[in-house]
């Protein structure tokens, strides 16, 4: 009542020497739209709803594998250290590699039937140097034990052979080496980015394999199970927002779009699945998956995480951009993040191309000394799955950059300070 009192003292001598008093000039900061929040976060919960459901549904009503591990005709492998090097003796072949001839004593270490017992057998083993191929006491070895048929036992003849060193060691090494450096740049997001690749080799070997196994359509089974590990990898590094949620629609439709062009490329292009050695080999053992849908599956997964990538950062991308300047527009936002990711994806497609031919390089060697014209070879199934896939992968990424920064464009500029003036 008092402070009221002396405004309109305040007022009235104002108005007695004729003087004008203007208003308080106040500043209203408005709150970001919620109403967009809402629909992205009901958008993203129900997208990882029905994810999860179908994956649920899935793995519940998944019938039984028809395929076991058999290790009667294989035979089963353990681990074995060499006790002594018997014999010794090596030379350098024609082709400069230095072939190698022991005789070991070895002691299995495995657990199972086999463990404690000493044999003595034969290696043959040739690489680039020495130290790369030979066995040393103390070492240890993979060994094989298979039974062989004899006329003169019944039960067969147990066969030992060396197979290949233990790299266990070096593996695990290298492993928690990398582990450290994500840690120590990342912090806890390189943390969870860590949980996100364990979640990827889970979700594979618990979810994916057994399902493709189950005669499930691998291609339906390369989407939910890509998509749901996207978005659950997304929120665990990007966190539980706006970008994230932008990103996760950007993502979740450039993998669909991906997965139909793969269908669709697989099939103009007559691809049959068969272009390779391994899956002739699952076809000679019995192992009866749909191989074109096997191939369509392996193009999904390999573009999935080069997706991931792209689209988180272009969605941060933009974000920082309207953070950084509040009165551009959405069409001024989209130009200027367009050519950040134009320059992303140069490099993007550029790696992706590098990777599929840096795993076919000893077969494009081969094809290159093959007498035969460039344009048959790459005509061959084989090559021409390699190129499809990488063509494939590219094309989402094209599609899935001007996507993202539309999506986030729009949205961005409303969790932005608004300015009276703003950029057209």
């Known amino acids: 009542m008092v402070s009221l009192g ?13 003087t ?9 900061h408005h709150e970001p739209h919620r109403t967009i929040r809402y629909v992205l976060e009901g958008v993203a919960v129900l997208l990882i709803a029905v994810l999860a459901s179908i994956a649920i549904a899935m793995h519940v009503s998944r019938p039984p594998i028809g395929y076991s591990q058999e290790t009667a005709s294989l035979g089963v492998t353990v681990r074995a250290r060499v006790q002594q090097v018997l014999e010794e003796s090596n030379s350098l072949g024609e082709d400069g590699l230095i072939m190698v001839n022991q005789k070991l004593e070895v002691r299995i270490v495995s657990r199972g039937e086999h463990q404690g017992e000493v044999v003595i057998l034969e290696y043959n083993g040739s690489g680039p140097t020495l130290s790369a191929v030979r066995f040393r006491p103390g070492s240890q070895a993979l060994v094989m034990i298979s039974t062989v048929p004899d006329s003169t036992n019944a039960e067969g003849r147990t066969l030992y052979q060396v197979a290949d060193h233990v790299r266990l060691v070096p593996l695990a090494l290298i492993a928690a080496s990398f582990g450290g450096v994500i840690v120590v740049i990342g912090r806890w997001k390189g943390v969870r980015a860590l949980v996100g690749l ?29 998509g749901l590990l996207l978005a659950i990898t ?22 669909l779009v991906t997965g139909l062009l793969a269908m669709l490329a697989t099939k103009v292009a007559y691809l049959t699945g068969f ?7 699952l076809k000679a053992v019995g192992i009866g998956v749909q191989m074109r849908g096997l191939l369509l599956a392996g193009m999904v997964l390999g573009a999935a995480g080069v997706l991931d990538d792209v689209i988180i950062a272009q969605s941060v991308a933009v974000f920082e951009l309207s953070a950084t300047d509040p009165s551009l527009r959405p069409r001024a936002l ?30 494009l060697i081969l094809f290159y000394i093959y007498p035969e014209p460039w344009y048959l070879t790459i005509n061959r199934e084989l090559i021409a799955e390699e190129i499809i896939r990488a063509l494939v992968g590219s094309t989402g990424l094209l599609l899935a950059v001007p996507l993202t920064s539309a999506i986030a464009s729009w949205v961005a500029p409303h969790f932005a300070t608004s300015s009276p003036e703003r950029k057209q």
């Open 198 to 226: 364990a979640l990827s080799g889970l979700l594979i070997g618990g979810f994916v394999i057994p399902q493709i196994l189950a005669h499930r359509d691998p291609v339906v089974v390369a989407l939910v199970s890509t």
């Open 275 to 281: 272009g390779s050695e391994e899956t002739l080999f």
């Open 234 to 255: 997304l929120y665990l590094i990007q966190g539980w927002n706006v970008t994230g949620h932008t990103a996760l629609v950007g993502m979740l439709v450039s993998l």
């Open 334 to 363: 989209y130009e200027r993040s367009m050519r950040i990711g134009v320059t992303h994806l140069a490099s993007m497609i550029n790696t992706l191309v590098l990777a599929y031919a840096s795993g076919a390089l000893p077969l």
């Open 6 to 18: 002396l405004a309109l003292v305040r007022l009235e001598t104002a108005e007695h020497h004729g």
């Open 20 to 28: 004008t008093v203007s208003e308080p000039h106040v500043t209203i």
